[in-house]
């Protein structure tokens, strides 16, 4: 029997586990937090941090695996390509891995390469970035350079914040570096990101989607996703062109790639972020509802070395994402969906029961959960995410004694 080794074990990583098994494939998983559901579904699993990539080549060569992959893992995806590199296994290039999971690289490769990008600067000083940022055009946008789901990221737009910014950038960069850029203005109402899928080195897959945001609670924060795109005929060719030819010139040869990027008022393709795996907050889920297809799977095979061929086509619209989430820390009273937007939903998945204590959305991580629409009309779609905050209410009180 095949096997293959997974790293990451968390609630959003089991299905890949599953898949793995479904495929009739062993399965061996690496996670450093001792109470991960994936090992409750994998064959094998050791306690070992996805990011000691010594430690997980040392698993790789113990179990002999014939596969590895990092599903929907930035921190994880550079191990996974270094161990595969290591043992002659089916993976994309680790310099180019590598380049996708450090912003600062990123942007440098963008630079060199003549792809459009703000200007940016990374440090590992905190006085060095400040120092930057107080000479720098505001607004500028303070980040990790190998967080996701914007951890850690301020957008500065006085200089008073700016130290508060870097601190907290600071606090979430496991490599203790962070960059500081400019911020792109759009064009559109929305950024675009989603996921896209590459096989022998071509896009096969376009799943862009309009990244919501909640700007009460956090402007960086997504939370959630929208299909089709808002996009004119010409920013979407001048989108496509962007990612194949990154994609051609890291020489990415398989699997989804998680991306967001932003076109400006001169029809100019900024690049934000581009993660070599599956985007969370289920959106592979929500591809799957769109296209027709089991994008997990998908990435397993690729990880495999098999040509993938997902289904031809634009999508089917009109489908969205909401993350659940609170604008407070407290504890959590009720979740309340409106009458008008209920026969619109297709799935509900929750984390949270009420009595639970929820954190303010700060970051993906603190979600309640995830829902899933379809619409009649892109007017309806628009018009109910616009106001997705009433229609769905989440009741938080204060912790007693808080």
């Given at each position: 029997?095949?096997?293959?080794?997974?790293?990451?074990?968390?609630?959003?990583?089991v299905?890949?586990?599953?898949?793995?098994?479904?495929?009739?494939?062993?399965?061996?998983?690496?996670?450093?937090?001792?109470?991960?559901?994936?090992?409750?579904?994998?064959?094998?699993?050791?306690?070992?941090?996805?990011?000691?990539?010594?430690?997980?080549?040392?698993?790789?060569?113990?179990?002999?695996?014939?596969?590895?992959?990092?599903?929907?893992?930035?921190?994880?995806a550079?191990?996974?390509?270094?161990?595969?590199?290591?043992?002659?296994?089916?993976?994309?290039?680790?310099?180019?891995?590598?380049?996708?999971?450090?912003?600062?690289?990123?942007?440098?490769?963008?630079?060199?390469?003549?792809?459009?990008?703000?200007?940016?600067?990374?440090?590992?000083?905190?006085?060095?970035?400040?120092?930057?940022?107080?000479?720098?055009?505001?607004?500028?946008?303070?980040?990790?350079?190998?967080?996701?789901?914007?951890?850690?990221?301020?957008?500065?737009?006085?200089?008073?914040?700016?130290?508060?910014?870097?601190?907290f950038?600071?606090?979430?960069?496991?490599?203790?570096?962070?960059?500081?850029?400019?911020?792109?203005?759009?064009?559109?109402?929305?950024?675009?990101?989603?996921?896209?899928?590459?096989?022998?080195?071509?896009?096969?897959?376009?799943?862009?989607?309009?990244?919501?945001?909640?700007?009460?609670?956090?402007?960086?924060?997504?939370?959630?996703?929208?299909?089709?795109?808002?996009?004119e005929?010409?920013?979407?060719?001048?989108?496509?062109?962007?990612?194949?030819r990154?994609?051609?010139?890291?020489?990415?040869?398989?699997?989804?790639?998680?991306?967001?990027?932003?076109?400006?008022?001169?029809?100019?393709?900024?690049?934000?972020?581009?993660?070599?795996?599956?985007?969370?907050?289920?959106?592979?889920?929500?591809?799957?509802?769109?296209f027709?297809?089991d994008?997990?799977?998908m990435?397993?095979?690729?990880?495999?070395?098999?040509?993938?061929?997902?289904?031809?086509?634009?999508?089917?619209?009109?489908?969205?994402?909401?993350?659940?989430?609170?604008?407070?820390?407290?504890?959590?009273?009720?979740?309340?969906?409106?009458?008008e937007?209920?026969?619109?939903?297709?799935?509900k998945?929750?984390y949270?029961?009420?009595?639970?204590?929820?954190?303010?959305?700060?970051?993906?991580s603190?979600?309640?959960?995830?829902?899933?629409?379809?619409?009649?009309?892109?007017?309806?779609?628009?018009?109910m995410?616009?106001?997705i905050?009433?229609?769905?209410?989440?009741?938080?009180?204060?912790?007693?004694?808080a």
């Amino acid at each position: 029997m095949k096997k293959m080794l997974l790293l990451g074990g968390s609630a959003q990583q089991v299905v890949a586990i599953e898949t793995a098994k479904r495929l009739g494939l062993y399965t061996v998983l690496c996670d450093y937090l001792p109470d991960n559901p994936g090992q409750y579904h994998a064959d094998r699993f050791y306690l070992t941090s996805t990011t000691d990539r010594e430690a997980v080549l040392r698993v790789a060569r113990e179990e002999a695996v014939d596969y590895v992959i990092a599903y929907a893992s930035d921190p994880a995806a550079p191990t996974a390509a270094f161990v595969a590199e290591r043992l002659g296994l089916p993976t994309n290039p680790l310099e180019a891995v590598e380049i996708l999971c450090n912003k600062d690289r990123f942007r440098d490769f963008l630079r060199d390469h003549g792809f459009s990008t703000p200007a940016a600067r990374g440090f590992g000083d905190p006085e060095e970035a400040l120092a930057y940022g107080e000479t720098a055009e505001l607004p500028v946008i303070v980040k990790p350079v190998d967080s996701s789901g914007s951890k850690g990221a301020t957008v500065v737009r006085d200089r008073a914040s700016l130290p508060g910014a870097v601190d907290f950038a600071f606090s979430f960069s496991r490599s203790r570096r962070i960059v500081v850029e400019t911020f792109v203005e759009k064009k559109h109402p929305y950024l675009i990101g989603g996921d896209i899928f590459v096989s022998d080195g071509r896009v096969v897959q376009w799943g862009l989607m309009n990244c919501h945001r909640d700007s009460t609670v956090n402007p960086l924060v997504p939370v959630g996703k929208s299909y089709p795109p808002l996009l004119e005929d010409a920013d979407l060719r001048a989108v496509k062109d962007t990612l194949q030819r990154l994609v051609t010139k890291l020489g990415i040869r398989f699997g989804p790639m998680n991306v967001e990027l932003v076109a400006d008022a001169k029809g100019r393709v900024y690049p934000i972020d581009i993660g070599p795996r599956s985007g969370g907050n289920m959106i592979p889920d929500l591809l799957g509802m769109i296209f027709g297809c089991d994008v997990v799977e998908m990435s397993v095979r690729a990880a495999m070395g098999e040509p993938v061929a997902p289904p031809a086509g634009e999508g089917r619209p009109y489908f969205a994402t909401h993350n659940l989430h609170a604008d407070r820390d407290g504890v959590l009273r009720s979740i309340r969906f409106s009458p008008e937007i209920e026969p619109f939903i297709v799935r509900k998945n929750i984390y949270h029961q009420p009595g639970d204590p929820v954190r303010r959305f700060t970051n993906a991580s603190f979600a309640l959960g995830i829902v899933f629409f379809r619409f009649d009309s892109a007017e309806r779609m628009h018009g109910m995410l616009q106001r997705i905050n009433d229609l769905i209410r989440i009741e938080v009180t204060e912790e007693q004694g808080a």
